[in-house]
């Protein structure tokens, strides 16, 4: 089949194309953007060739590094293009940007589930689409979870599956069965077809709660009444976010006020009761830093599990354990204290489904000092990037 080089329309687009965004005014900006657009509309429309996955992958550098508005639409067809391509580079390009951008992990997921169509068993593929789960949102999220139904291969431990159950909550009802699909797939539950139709997200969240006892139950956050700060309060200062070195440098100052520091290490403040958030910026959005922190029991790390020390004079402590010697457990609440008991006072030890983090925390800062702690913790300037995601 002969490929058709679209030569000239990318001679005439350089030539539009000169002027540098940095220097720009608003107007010829968003000109330049129009351009790139039509650019992104005439190449996608066509068998890809070197030339045009080349220009695909500079004009997506171009949309993402510039802090140009509008252009999540073009954005989302250059990826899907580049991922249907069949072009290594091109799909290693994607990949990348699934690595090395969370906040665009959602539509590197969305442009592989486009590709499924193409390639329905390439286990790489299904392994990003099954990490985006935490992130994928909307259409985003009905796209990779139908695609996800493609294949043989399923995701059966407790945290997927109930990371399905909570996409398909915030799904319109008319949407759900792509959650509801997925987890029959997924879980073979029920068996019967004839069945399938009796299975609502209800009835998957109660078989879920009996089916694996020891994760947290499969139900979106509730908000404390009273709070000020919940995700909708956040969320329109979290959609024209704008990072600035001023803003995560006073996030250093939040970091500290907000008492962070107590349970968490990041570069070299801090202490290690909790995870590490140094590297935070290159395994999570924005979105999911806030959500995490605003609600910390919602997602429990087993390294860090909350137990509650029963002692033969029937006294109890809550918090979570910390190295001590050999006949000796020591026990921090969330408030910090530590407490050193011996082994021999001990008459049980339980887990709970609750973590050591308080909520509450954001509840005395400012709104533009929230968004300071999220610009710092979303940060990864100077950061190495670390070994990615424990996967499925
Ligand atoms: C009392 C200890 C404690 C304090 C104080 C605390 N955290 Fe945490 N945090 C934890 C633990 C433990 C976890 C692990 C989740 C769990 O409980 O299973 C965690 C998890 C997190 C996560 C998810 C991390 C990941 O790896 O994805 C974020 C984000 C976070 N905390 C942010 C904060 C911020 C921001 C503050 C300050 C406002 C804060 N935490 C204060 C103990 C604490």
Same mark, same amino acid.
């Given at each position: 089949m002969p490929i058709h080089k679209p030569l000239v329309l990318i001679a005439l687009l350089a030539a539009l194309l000169p002027t540098c965004f940095a220097f720009a005014d608003a107007a010829s900006q968003e000109n330049d953007v129009a351009a790139l657009g039509a650019e992104v509309t005439a190449l996608s429309g066509q068998a890809l060739d070197d030339d045009a996955i080349h220009r695909l992958t500079a004009i997506d550098q171009t949309l993402a590094t510039e802090?140009?508005?509008?252009v999540a639409v073009d954005q989302q067809r250059v990826l899907t293009a580049l991922a249907k391509s069949q072009n290594a580079g091109a799909l290693e390009h994607v990949r990348s940007v699934f690595e090395n951008a969370p906040e665009r992990r959602g539509s590197a997921a969305r442009a592989l589930a486009a590709a499924t169509t193409i390639r329905p068993t390439d286990l790489q593929d299904w392994r990003y689409m099954v990490r985006s789960l935490p992130v994928v949102q909307g259409d985003e999220a009905v796209d990779v979870l139908s695609a996800l139904q493609?294949?043989?291969?399923?995701?059966?431990?407790g945290q997927w599956v109930r990371q399905v159950i909570l996409i398909g909550l915030q799904l319109p009802v008319n949407q759900q069965s792509a959650a509801t699909g997925l987890l029959r797939h997924w879980t073979?539950?029920?068996?019967k077809k004839s069945e399938?139709?009796?299975?609502?997200l209800e009835k998957y969240q109660q078989w879920f709660s009996q089916e694996y006892?020891?994760? @947290? !139950?499969a139900v979106l956050p509730v908000d404390l009444t009273g709070?000020?700060?919940t995700m909708v309060t956040l969320e329109p200062a979290l959609q024209t976010f704008r990072t600035s070195d001023t803003m995560v440098q006073q996030g250093e100052l939040v970091y500290q006020k907000a008492g962070c520091q107590k349970c968490h290490r990041r570069g070299k403040v801090g !202490?290690?009761?909790?995870?590490?958030?140094?590297s935070l910026g290159w395994r999570r959005q924005r979105r999911e830093i806030l959500h995490a922190t605003l609600y910390p029991s919602h997602e429990l790390n087993e390294e860090y599990p909350t137990v509650t020390i029963v002692l033969k004079s029937g006294k109890s402590l809550t918090g979570m354990m910390s190295a001590s010697s050999a006949d000796a457990l020591a026990i921090v609440s969330s408030t910090g204290i530590r407490e050193e008991l011996s082994r021999?006072?001990? !008459?049980t030890i339980v887990n709970q489904?609750?973590?050591?983090?308080?909520?509450?925390?954001? !509840? @005395?800062?400012s709104e533009d000092e929230i968004m300071s702690l999220i610009a710092l913790l979303a940060s990864t300037d100077g950061v190495p990037l670390p070994h990615s995601d424990a996967g499925p």
């Open positions: 802090q140009v508005v509008n493609r294949f043989r291969t399923r995701a059966n431990k073979g539950v029920p068996l399938a139709s009796e299975w609502t006892p020891d994760q @947290p !139950e709070r000020k700060w !202490e290690a009761l909790g995870p590490d958030l140094t021999t006072d001990v !008459e489904k609750i973590s050591n983090m308080p909520d509450g925390l954001l !509840e @005395p800062l």
